[in-house]
């Protein structure tokens, strides 16, 4: 068992005892945050790469692992980044195995320590292939944090092929799922989303 078994929300609905609200935006009206050189200069290589592509790595790497790297850069490394790690939770109810991305509340970048934004790939392009996942990986985040005896709150996700982007939070057992899809590009939006789940408390 793993966060990868969740293939459907109604399953990883009823392992844990979920309320889920479907809606409109819950993120505020947030500046967009114009991308770095660095960034800006690596998308304009990649992205017409990954648009005619469509494998799972290019988009993982050509877009969504540079779009991550830009939060902790704009939020100057007070954040850090973890991709195809290990986070075993609890494995007794499938909350192990490898997450895509984790963005952590914390400057520590050998161990996961504060997770606070869980980023799934989507699978096939399709993004609700991975809500499941992110749900479930959302989940642990929230178990971890409550056993570290931290003050995070609320978790983020987003499901991603990178040029479409969907978010959600779990605040206590109450998850709700923003039903729109913001496109990449505008890069600077997105990333503005970004920046502000990282931080958001």
Request: with cysteine; aromatic share 8%; hydrophobic share 40%.
């Amino acid at each position: 068992m793993s966060y990868s078994q969740f293939k459907t929300i109604s399953s990883v609905k009823t392992a844990f005892n979920l309320t889920v609200i479907e809606g409109d935006r819950f993120l505020p009206e947030i500046e967009p945050i114009e991308p770095s050189d660095i960034l800006s200069g690596y998308l304009q290589e990649s992205l017409p790469i990954v648009a005619t592509s469509g494998s799972e790595k290019a988009r993982s790497e050509g877009i969504i692992y540079p779009m991550l790297l830009e939060v902790r850069r704009q939020l100057e490394r007070q954040v850090s980044l973890f991709s195809g790690e290990e986070f075993n939770v609890d494995e007794s109810v499938g909350l192990n195995g490898i997450c895509d991305f984790l963005l952590t509340r914390s400057t520590e970048v050998l161990e996961i320590e504060a997770p606070v934004v869980v980023v799934v790939e989507a699978k096939k392009t399709e993004l609700k292939t991975g809500f499941g996942q992110c749900i479930a990986e959302m989940v642990a985040a929230q178990q971890f944090n409550q056993a570290q005896n931290n003050s995070i709150s609320t978790i983020y996700g987003s499901v991603s092929n990178g040029i479409q982007w969907q978010f959600l939070t779990l605040a206590q057992s109450t998850l709700t799922i923003d039903l729109n899809v913001y496109p990449l590009p505008p890069v600077a939006q997105i990333l503005g989303y970004l920046v502000w789940i990282a931080q958001a408390r």
